[in-house]
C-alpha cells in the first residue's frame, strides 16, 4: 500500500475579508469537494484513478497575536494536510507525483485567495505486514 501526503502552509490570513474562506477553501479543493477538484483534476490528467482522498486536517502552531496592544498566543492554523490513497502501481507513481506537482503549482498560482504560501508532497509505503 502506498499513500501520499499533500502539506500546504498558509500565508497570512484573517478570520474576515477576502481571507476567510482559507480553511475551509483548502479542505474542499484538497479533498476534491468544490473547484478545483484536485483529485479528479490529477486523476483526468493521468486518464486512469490513481489517487482517492482518504482524510484531511490542520496544523495548528501557536501564533502570537494583539488585542488592545497585549500579547495573546493561541493555537491558529498554519497549513492542513490531505492523505491520499495511491491505487495505481508502483511504476506510474513517480508519473502520479509529476502530475499531482503540477496541479498543486496551478492551484497555488491561481487561486490567491486560497493564501498557500508552500506546499509539501510526502510518500508512505507499507513495508512489513504482520498477521496475528
Not at 62 to 89: D, E, F, Q
Not at 97 to 105: M, S
Amino acid at each position: 500500500m502506498t499513500y501520499i501526503f499533500v502539506e500546504v502552509r498558509f500565508g497570512e490570513y484573517s478570520s474576515k475579508g477576502k481571507t476567510k474562506d482559507v480553511q475551509s477553501g483548502t479542505r474542499q479543493v484538497l479533498l476534491g469537494l468544490d473547484n478545483p477538484k484536485l483529485p479528479e483534476k490529477v486523476n483526468k490528467q493521468l486518464g486512469w484513478p490513481a489517487i482517492k482522498p482518504l482524510f484531511f486536517a490542520l496544523i495548528k502552531e501557536p501564533k502570537k497575536y494583539y488585542v488592545g496592544g497585549k500579547p495573546r498566543v493561541r493555537n491558529l492554523a498554519a497549513g492542513a494536510i490531505a492523505c491520499y490513497y495511491y491505487t495505481w502501481s508502483d511504476d506510474k507513481l513517480e508519473k502520479t507525483i509529476e502530475i499531482l506537482n503540477n496541479v498543486l503549482l496551478k492551484i497555488k498560482e491561481g487561486s490567491k485567495w486560497l493564501k498557500w504560501e508552500t506546499f509539501r508532497i510526502y510518500l508512505a509505503k507499507e513495508i512489513h505486514q504482520k498477521t496475528l
